[in-house]
């Protein structure tokens, strides 16, 4: 059959042309703004060199994989697919440098804007709103880009395959079907080699920065003797940024191929009605939740003062998803009203506007939980904060405790709403409950880049001896967005659950099962492989960011045995820093797109689709909870120590021998929660999103290809 949606597509191509000429604007108006000195002006554009060429030779890297598994996926699966493949590579590759772009030209001018309010003396309310607007002007960008190329991939890649017959090929493969798939899974590459190879760098730097500068020589943060520095400020960016955004993108990449995939699994061509109005609903949520995070960006960037920046945030939050939740209610109504919905559609029409609602709640949930355990203002630092006092041990320890406990409420938000969402819509709500989560994702991304934005402000301030107060306005939008970095961690790492739980629901139905019986020998076996993966994959980006972020400390202490350097006198050997940072990210970040992928293969075609249900179930069932204990385990850390650098810990002031213990046992503490938080857990869910999606285009091959007759 034909899948007629040119008006959803030419809707689509129309928002994304106008958001394009917005974004386009915005990035005219930060371009226009002054630099500062030349100081920060220099300082800001090795930066950017910095960064643009890790990113460039990381995409080198990128594209020889990808031209490989392509010829692969055209000639083994089907040849639209390669072609699929190639079109989601490239469109990440287009959000990650623009986002990367835009950011690297706003940190000095965040920092001016900053330094200018000091200079007028200006109320620190003022200065923070303006520094936050310039922030955010820029930081949208980051977000929109993103799901505007992730639409705009995923209407291509639908348009020219809407005349494809749902029939399978000799494979046993929809070509529709393998060529969502195969867009996605080209999200799903860049994403995971950004993540390893981009946090890889940025943590061994940051690591070794800390751990020598400030524990051993007592320096302040960003301070310029610190060789390591410069090698953070980069990796603020092509991690924070760059990898951010690929992560985030695919996550939402995902969620509506599941849901068109789900689609054709259930109503194919025995309901062509519902098949149509099935597919149309993710596309047109999807566009209404980009609009609504614009809209709720473009707010949050025209504040007049602002003593805490992260109500601009959270208003911004709260519009995106109001502004979905009204857009699904009346997408739902003109879209399924007409047509005669499945028997499980319990509630007719509004079933999809129920299920969209419990992923915004379910969305909106986690991110205040994440919010609730890593605040810098919350309970949880406080806490953290005051047993530093008592040593590094205590203070790391209580973080992690603190990140175990968070796992249970965001896990059961997720299954409660997971589950809810299944009951009122069958497996397509569940899909539907899923994009929810990430239908306004712009909003996330944009806030998301608030947090490295504001940290490279602050570097610069630091480096280029800026007026105090100045740092203090930027240390303040910083800790905002730490705050919404474990809000955007949160959202990507609890979205890949109701993703692939669904992705196994439908996974079970393509290579022709019903369901997964645990107590059967094939099926336990891949749950206690994809159990022992998830441990490997963990352990070993731990050990790859620790082995190059001790490199990097001896780095650090032999140019500190330069006394020149220690006095100010002679500029550190930055360079040597940065390659190190860049030869250990690009030297490991093959191995993890190696193992999910390897994995999949060989479990799927060796042991058979029920075992690789299995797998893929073990997998999300420990990997989850665990990306969740080492986000949230990071993050409070990381605040913690800010609270001795904003003197917000009772008692205790910098000129105290006390304070000076106490903070480098925070320190400690948070070089522990770096590979935890910024490695480890914003990588899990992109592992075992490549397995569930390749699974998903592979499933009737496993079927009929099995190698092991057992």
């Not at 596309?283 to 209404?288: E, G, I, K, T, V």
């Not at 240390?475 to 992705?503: E, H, L, P, R, Y």
């Not at 990071?634 to 000076?660: C, H, Q, S, W």
Request: hydrophobic share 50%.
């Amino acid at each position: 059959m034909v899948i007629d949606l040119h008006g959803v597509y030419y809707v689509t191509f129309g928002v994304i042309m106008v958001l394009g000429l917005y974004m386009m604007s915005q990035y005219i108006g930060v371009k226009r703004l002054s630099e500062g000195t030349k100081a920060m002006s220099e300082l800001a554009a090795s930066i950017r060199s910095g960064s643009m060429v890790f990113t460039k030779g990381t995409f080198r890297v990128i594209l020889i994989v990808a031209a490989v598994l392509a010829a692969i996926i055209s000639f083994a699966i089907e040849l639209g697919a390669g072609a699929a493949f190639l079109l989601g590579l490239t469109m990440t590759t287009i959000s990650v440098i623009v986002g990367m772009s835009v950011a690297t030209y706003a940190n000095v001018r965040a920092c001016a804007t900053a330094k200018k309010g000091v200079e007028d003396n200006l109320k620190d309310s003022q200065i923070c709103a303006r520094t936050v607007n310039v922030t955010i002007k820029a930081s949208q960008i980051c977000g929109i880009i993103v799901q505007s190329t992730s639409l705009l991939g995923l209407t291509i890649t639908t348009m020219l395959s809407q005349d494809s017959p749902l029939i399978p090929n000799a494979h046993g493969i929809i070509p529709l079907v393998a060529r969502l798939t195969a867009y996605s899974i080209g999200w799903s590459i860049v994403a995971m080699f950004c993540r390893v190879a981009g946090g890889i760098f940025t943590k061994a730097a940051d690591i070794g920065a800390d751990l020598i500068g400030k524990v051993f020589m007592h320096f302040a943060e960003d301070d310029p003797r610190n060789p390591a520095v410069k090698a953070d400020f980069v990796g603020d960016n092509v991690n924070d940024v760059a990898a951010n955004q690929a992560d985030l993108g695919e996550s939402f990449t995902a969620t509506p191929v599941t849901t068109i995939i789900t689609a054709i699994t259930l109503y194919g061509n025995d309901n062509p009605a519902m098949l149509v109005a099935a597919i149309s609903y993710p596309f047109m949520l999807a566009l209404s939740g980009l609009i609504s995070a614009a809209i709720g960006l473009f707010y949050a960037s025209h504040a007049k003062e602002s003593d805490k920046p992260e109500k601009q945030i959270n208003a911004s939050m709260y519009i995106a998803a109001a502004g979905t939740l009204i857009a699904s209610l009346a997408i739902s109504y003109f879209v399924f009203r007409k047509i005669g919905t499945p028997a499980d559609f319990r509630f007719g029409w509004l079933s999809t506007f129920l299920s969209t609602l419990c992923g915004v709640i379910s969305g909106v949930s986690v991110g205040l939980i994440a919010e609730h355990f890593t605040s810098l203002e919350g309970k949880w630092a406080v806490s953290v904060s005051e047993m530093a006092k008592r040593g590094s041990a205590l203070c790391a320890s209580q973080s992690q405790a603190a990140g175990w406990i968070s796992c249970l409420p965001e896990m059961l938000v997720v299954g409660i709403f997971s589950y809810a969402s299944s009951i009122i819509a069958g497996p397509y709500g569940r899909s539907v409950m899923a994009l929810g989560m990430l239908a306004f994702v712009a909003q996330a991304i944009g806030v998301d880049a608030f947090g490295p934005i504001s940290d490279n402000a602050g570097g610069i301030a630091e480096s280029c001896h800026l007026d105090p107060r100045v740092r203090v306005i930027t240390d303040k939008n910083d800790s905002a967005g730490n705050m919404t970095a474990a809000i955007g961690k949160g959202f990507a790492i609890s979205s890949a659950f109701a993703v692939v739980v669904s992705q196994t629901q439908t996974y079970v139905r393509a290579y022709g099962g019903d369901s997964l019986n645990f107590m059967d020998d094939k099926v336990s076996i891949g749950l206690t492989i994809g159990v022992g993966l998830c441990a490997l994959f963990c352990g070993l980006l731990a050990l790859y960011t620790l082995i190059a972020a001790d490199e990097m400390a001896a780095e650090c202490r032999r140019q500190f045995k330069d006394p020149d350097v220690v006095s100010g006198k002679k500029l550190p050997d930055s360079n040597k820093c940065i390659n190190i940072a860049r030869v250990n990210g690009m030297k490991k970040m093959i191995w993890p797109v190696s193992i999910a992928v390897g994995s999949t293969l060989a479990v799927g075609f060796g042991l058979g689709p029920e075992s690789m249900g299995g797998m893929l179930v073990g997998a999300t069932y420990i990997g989850v909870p665990l990306a969740i204990f080492f986000s949230n385990a990071g993050g409070l850390a990381d605040n913690a120590k800010k609270r001795f650098e904003a003197n917000l810990v009772a008692g205790l002031t910098k000129d105290m021998p006390e304070y000076i213990s106490a903070h480098d046992a925070a320190v400690v503490g948070d070089t522990m929660g770096d590979w935890m938080k910024d490695v480890v857990a914003v990588s899990i869910d992109i592992f075992i999103k490549i397995m569930g999606t390749l699974a998903l285009m592979l499933a009737p091959m496993f079927a009929q290809y099995q190698l092991l007759p057992f």
